[in-house]
């Protein structure tokens, strides 16, 4: 009928899915690579003897080193490793890496000694009453050795006052410690120190030199008692009031202090030259000088600062 409404048909035209995205592919083949490769190396360390894995290890180390090691053209070879020789497993670059790391390790008489700091500091922490004194002992490792410095407080001096009685604590101390010193060649040095009061009679009368060294003496005495060899004891002192603890404070009462020092063998030797110096000054100045190391800063935050040692003033007969 030409009064009826027209019919309009809207047909919509379904977007055809295109296929999925192929980068997951890709990833996943990256992946499968690098753990194949991965398994490989494996397979091939696993595989390999124990010198070619150290070397292959100091090589992953620093492998700058090796590299200009490599760069000298006098050195090259047909290695596939730049700078390799004709042992693959220590090629010539591994060789000069290997040297710098031996250099830059803490030598055999270091670890020796952290080792015996160790050693006090487990022992002392065993002792219930060698634990309360834990503030009082002050260890580190200097360029003389490793250092054992017991230092007084208002609360519980080392010694008597002005005397060197040791105190039952001190001596028990010192009793703990003997037997541990014995277990290294090193020699021991023993030295006394003192705050900056004065004595009544001045410093011609009885002082603190005199009260250093007798500290230190009735020091040598106790580890001696406790079982201490007695040839391993090189030098006995008193230092007075010349080196403190606390420079802000010459009054301070951790100026007063005994300082047990494991010598290393060149701080030894440079003693024992000095003294045969004093004895012949003629047949000591043909002998080839050996020269101790100076003293050098304590890394910050150590509880014990680094004073420079001058020449002792009183030695004691150790004897």
Same mark, same amino acid.
């Given at each position: 009928?030409?009064?009826?409404?027209p019919?309009?048909?809207?047909?919509?035209?379904?977007a055809?899915?295109?296929?999925?995205?192929?980068?997951?592919?890709?990833?996943?083949?990256d992946?499968?690579t690098?753990m194949?490769?991965?398994?490989?190396?494996?397979w091939?360390?696993?595989?390999?003897?124990?010198?070619?894995?150290?070397?292959?290890?100091e090589?992953f180390?620093?492998?700058?080193?090796?590299?200009?090691?490599?760069?000298?053209?006098?050195?090259?070879?047909?290695s596939?490793?730049?700078g390799?020789?004709?042992?693959?497993?220590?090629?010539?670059?591994?060789?000069?890496r290997?040297?710098?790391?031996?250099?830059?390790?803490?030598?055999?008489?270091?670890?020796?000694?952290?080792n015996?700091?160790?050693?006090?500091?487990?022992?002392i922490?065993?002792?219930?009453?060698?634990?309360?004194?834990?503030?009082?002992i002050?260890?580190d490792?200097?360029?003389?050795?490793?250092?054992?410095?017991?230092?007084?407080?208002?609360?519980?001096?080392?010694?008597e006052?002005?005397?060197a009685?040791?105190?039952?604590?001190?001596?028990?101390?010192?009793?703990?410690?003997?037997?541990?010193?014995?277990e290294?060649?090193?020699?021991?040095?023993?030295?006394?120190?003192?705050?900056?009061r004065?004595?009544p009679?001045?410093e011609?009368?009885?002082?603190?030199?005199e009260?250093?060294?007798?500290?230190?003496? =009735?020091?040598?005495?106790?580890? !001696?008692? $406790? &079982?201490? #060899?007695?040839?391993?004891?090189l030098?006995? @002192?008193?230092?007075?009031d010349?080196?403190?603890f606390?420079?802000?404070?010459?009054?301070?009462?951790?100026?007063?202090?005994?300082?047990?020092?494991?010598?290393?063998?060149?701080?030894?030797?440079?003693?024992?030259?000095?003294?045969?110096f004093?004895?012949?000054?003629?047949?000591?100045?043909?002998?080839e000088?050996?020269? =101790?190391?100076?003293?050098t800063? !304590?890394p $910050? &935050?150590s #509880?014990?600062?680094?004073?420079?040692?001058p @020449?002792?003033?009183?030695t004691?007969?150790?004897?």
């Amino acid at each position: 009928m030409s009064g009826d409404r027209p019919i309009i048909i809207i047909r919509r035209k379904k977007a055809a899915h295109g296929h999925h995205g192929g980068a997951w592919k890709i990833a996943f083949a990256d992946f499968m690579t690098a753990m194949m490769a991965f398994f490989l190396v494996m397979w091939i360390l696993a595989s390999s003897s124990k010198e070619t894995r150290v070397a292959i290890g100091e090589y992953f180390s620093t492998p700058l080193l090796v590299a200009m090691a490599g760069g000298d053209k006098s050195s090259a070879s047909d290695s596939a490793i730049p700078g390799g020789g004709d042992d693959p497993s220590h090629v010539e670059g591994a060789r000069a890496r290997i040297d710098v790391r031996e250099r830059t390790r803490p030598s055999d008489e270091q670890a020796r000694l952290q080792n015996l700091q160790k050693r006090i500091e487990a022992a002392i922490e065993a002792d219930p009453v060698l634990r309360e004194l834990r503030a009082q002992i002050r260890m580190d490792l200097t360029p003389e050795g490793l250092r054992i410095q017991l230092v007084d407080t208002e609360q519980r001096p080392m010694f008597e006052v002005g005397s060197a009685r040791v105190a039952p604590y001190m001596r028990s101390l010192l009793q703990t410690i003997a037997p541990l010193l014995n277990e290294l060649p090193n020699s021991i040095q023993i030295v006394g120190h003192t705050d900056s009061r004065p004595y009544p009679g001045g410093e011609a009368g009885y002082g603190n030199w005199e009260l250093s060294s007798e500290r230190a003496n =009735a020091s040598r005495r106790e580890l !001696v008692t $406790a &079982g201490l #060899a007695l040839d391993k004891l090189l030098r006995v @002192a008193g230092m007075a009031d010349r080196i403190p603890f606390d420079d802000s404070d010459p009054h301070d009462p951790m100026n007063r202090r005994i300082a047990v020092i494991v010598l290393d063998q060149r701080t030894a030797a440079a003693i024992m030259q000095q003294s045969s110096f004093a004895l012949d000054p003629e047949g000591a100045a043909e002998a080839e000088p050996v020269v =101790a190391e100076p003293a050098t800063a !304590v890394p $910050a &935050g150590s #509880a014990v600062p680094v004073s420079p040692q001058p @020449a002792i003033e009183t030695t004691l007969n150790p004897e």
